[in-house]
């Protein structure tokens, strides 16, 4: 199983982006989704998270500004990130609670993506 994150780059205070995570390999079902996000000097945090039920949590950082959506037929998550602010400057990691073909078992594991840097500039 492999994810592939992208979408980062740089953009001015205010603007937007839209980061996406795509989840490929041997894929039985995809539980929970989530961003995490990792500034210099600091610890990797939550940002948002989605369940397969659809049920949404938020750091308070980013409530009301950014929003996290999947498309279950595409194994993918996004991130649609409004008002950026330069504290949003950081590398975004993709994280997904999936379970996967194993030989003849099912195996379910955390799985991370690479890592998208996002640059905002005041």
């Known amino acids: 199983v492999q994810l592939q994150a992208s979408g980062g780059g740089l953009v001015q205070a205010g603007g937007s982006l839209r980061l996406s995570c795509a989840a490929s390999g041997s894929i039985f079902s995809i539980h929970a989704m989530g961003w995490y996000r990792q500034a210099p000097g600091k610890e990797r945090e939550l940002v948002a998270r989605i369940t397969d039920d659809g049920s949404t949590n938020y750091a308070d950082s980013v409530k009301g500004r950014f929003t996290i959506s999947r498309d279950n037929a595409k194994n993918t998550v996004y991130l649609q990130m409004n008002s950026l602010k330069p504290e949003d400057t950081a590398v975004y990691y993709c994280?997904?609670?999936?379970?996967?073909?194993?030989?003849?078992?099912?195996?379910?594991?955390?799985?991370w993506g690479q890592g998208t840097l996002v640059t905002v500039s005041s």
């Open positions: 994280n997904e609670q999936l379970t996967s073909y194993a030989g003849t078992y099912l195996l379910t594991d955390d799985y």
